[in-house]
């Protein structure tokens, strides 16, 4: 069945390279499709294009759909298009002539806008309280770690003291700003399109304050172009967010996998999560990491694949949107569960203690000698050079016991501040 039959057959080949995987990812959406189309037939029967027992027939064969889809034995065959032709199906099958009414004043161009935008926001929910649950995993592990130091880097060369305290926390307050773009992008997507139809709005006298009103959105996409025009946006305003938060992810996970390493060695992991190898037996790898690394950076990269189908596009409705949907359902399906993987994993992590005298950490702490000289009287270009000179001279011996005291340092982490500023 499709929704724009006219009583012809359609190429089997063609039929087969324009539907794609449609059915398939269209499963993530049969809940939110079930949604809006509760909406829409309560909208209709409230202007009278539905009489109050079409309606409480609908609203009864939407929710036996709704139920098959929770069990998750709702199936979408071969014969169907796609989700919003086997809803539309079941109910003519159910309610004879009154489900074939479900469609009037609406698309299905908008009848996907809706739905997809309906996942969008479910999700990106489900998202903001994922990384919350991170974000408050690795402020507790930056409160337990606090007081261990851990050697700093810039271009990979030994620079500065560090601390884990202060390396767990940067990573939560890191995930503040992908909260921020995350509910920019939530507030996009909020915005009800249901009633632009085709891209061209209805001679229905629809009312679209109820569907907004019934589905949840704070407000409408009022211009009915601009509501068609809205896909590919969306999913690029989503693709950039998820980039963001991928990113932090991706360059702790780095982290991890080198500091893992034999030739750093500052932290581990149970044996249970890493992998062996088929021929080196002492291999304990860190493949969760590796992964979680390789899914961010490939999700990093979906923005310029949304940007690119949609980049040039005419307004009005294109079948290249069709392209958008899988993999942008795809990233955020596995952005959740890397983000609880994640959090399972490294609330497993070892901290190590690091040996601050080992020879290779001896000028760690040159920056701190030169303040020392500093607060002595020395100008600060005089202190620079004349430890310098001791490094060059090796004669430099350094000294372990400046505090850094000052707002967001090793010593004041402000834990308490970051925790206040998610949003």
């Not at 169907?80 to 086997?86: I, L």
């Not at 990113?247 to 991890?256: C, G, Q, V």
Request: hydrophobic share 40%.
């Amino acid at each position: 069945m499709k929704l724009w039959d006219k009583g012809y057959s359609i190429d089997k080949k063609i039929e087969q390279f324009t539907v794609g995987n449609d059915r398939e990812i269209d499963l993530h959406i049969a809940k939110y499709d079930v949604q809006a189309s509760l909406a829409h037939a309560v909208m209709l029967e409230s202007i009278g294009i539905l009489t109050s027992e079409e309606l409480a027939q609908l609203k009864s064969g939407l929710t036996a759909i709704s139920t098959s889809v929770d069990k998750e034995d709702f199936v979408i065959e071969d014969t169907f298009e796609d989700v919003h032709s086997k809803i539309e199906f079941e109910l003519t099958k159910t309610l004879g002539e009154v489900g074939k009414k479900i469609h009037t004043a609406r698309s299905r161009n908008d009848q996907v806008l809706v739905a997809l935008q309906l996942y969008y926001k479910d999700n990106l929910k489900q998202i903001n309280d994922k990384v919350k649950v991170f974000f408050e995993t690795l402020l507790s592990l930056a409160e337990t770690h606090k007081g261990q130091l851990l050697p700093g880097y810039t271009h990979l060369q030994v620079a500065m003291p560090s601390s884990f305290g202060l390396w767990f926390s940067a990573y939560a307050e890191l995930l503040i700003d992908d909260v921020f773009l995350l509910n920019a992008v939530f507030k996009i997507v909020d915005q009800n399109p249901l009633g632009s139809a085709a891209g061209y709005g209805s001679s229905f006298p629809i009312d679209r304050d109820i569907t907004t009103e019934e589905l949840g959105f704070s407000t409408l996409k009022y211009n009915v172009v601009a509501a068609q025009l809205s896909r590919g946006k969306s999913e690029r305003s989503i693709a950039n967010a998820l980039g963001g938060l991928c990113n932090t992810m991706a360059r702790f996970a780095m982290d991890i996998c080198l500091y893992m390493s034999q030739n750093f060695g500052f932290i581990g992991f149970p044996d249970e999560l890493t992998t062996g190898s088929s021929i080196m037996p002492h291999k304990k790898n860190p493949d969760v990491f590796e992964l979680i690394r390789g899914k961010c950076n490939q999700i990093q990269a979906l923005h310029t694949e949304m940007l690119l189908i949609t980049n040039n596009l005419p307004s009005g409705y294109h079948r290249d949107f069709q392209l958008l949907k899988e993999n942008m359902i795809n990233a955020l399906e596995d952005v959740k569960d890397i983000l609880d993987i994640f959090n399972y994993a490294i609330q497993q992590i070892s901290v190590k203690d690091i040996d601050l005298n080992d020879e290779k950490y001896k000028y760690l702490f040159t920056v701190d000698s030169i303040n020392n000289l500093v607060v002595d009287g020395l100008s600060f270009r005089e202190a620079y050079q004349t430890i310098g000179h001791q490094v060059q001279n090796n004669t430099y011996q350094p000294d372990l016991g400046k505090q850094h005291t000052h707002i967001g340092s090793i010593g004041n982490l402000c834990l308490d501040e970051i925790r206040a500023k998610f949003p």
